[in-house]
């Protein structure tokens, strides 16, 4: 469904946490740089205050934990397997561990555990991956123009803006086209306006 209001998207979470209200249910929000995922994953946090969310770039890999030419290959930046068993909490667990890499320290950061919660929301690029797919009950791509990704994105990067025109950008676009990401999703969310 292709849709440019939050409406649908919000109706069909009410629905999963009423139809399972026993286990956590898991929305993928995934897309393009700059079109709006951790803000839309702040706003489906604050209508569903009971909640946590991951976001996908705590889950990067250390640059000597990756394969050469990696920036050549779709996701070969992440740690998928991580993600998958850290963010994605089974029946029975009490908390859910959360170790993070962060990129502008270069190390791991201290462990958390987050309480278990009804909704998880893994919020970032990658993470509709196909070895992740199984794990959510919702997926969401959100996307915009070329035109809205780069005004977004120049203001929101400034010098780094033309970092993300030669790597990052490129790289997701292959992702998307290499697993037709936007094919597999229950939710498209154009966030241009």
């Avoid at 959510?136 to 990067?157: G, H, I, M, N, P």
Wanted: hydrophobic share 35%; with cysteine.
């Amino acid at each position: 469904m292709i849709s440019t209001t939050l409406s649908p998207l919000v109706e069909k979470l009410s629905t999963l946490l009423s139809a399972h209200p026993a286990a956590p249910v898991l929305v993928a929000l995934d897309g393009r740089c700059g079109s709006g995922k951790t803000t839309l994953a702040a706003q489906l946090a604050r209508q569903f205050p009971q909640s946590i969310t991951v976001h996908t770039d705590d889950f990067y890999l250390p640059p000597a934990s990756r394969v050469a030419n990696w920036e050549q290959i779709p996701c070969a930046n992440m740690d998928l397997e991580r993600l998958r068993t850290s963010a994605h909490p089974r029946p029975g667990r009490q908390a859910v561990p959360y170790p993070c890499y962060s990129c502008r320290a270069g190390a791991y950061l201290p462990e958390q555990c987050f309480a278990p919660q009804p909704l998880v929301i893994v919020e970032g690029s990658y993470s509709c991956h196909p070895t992740l797919a199984d794990c959510y009950d919702l997926k969401v791509f959100v996307t915009c123009s070329k035109e809205e990704q780069a005004r977004r994105l120049l203001a929101r990067e400034g010098e780094r803006y033309s970092g993300f025109t030669a790597r990052w950008i490129p790289l997701e676009e292959g992702y998307f086209a290499k697993f037709q990401i936007e094919q597999t999703v229950d939710f498209i969310l154009d966030t241009t306006c």
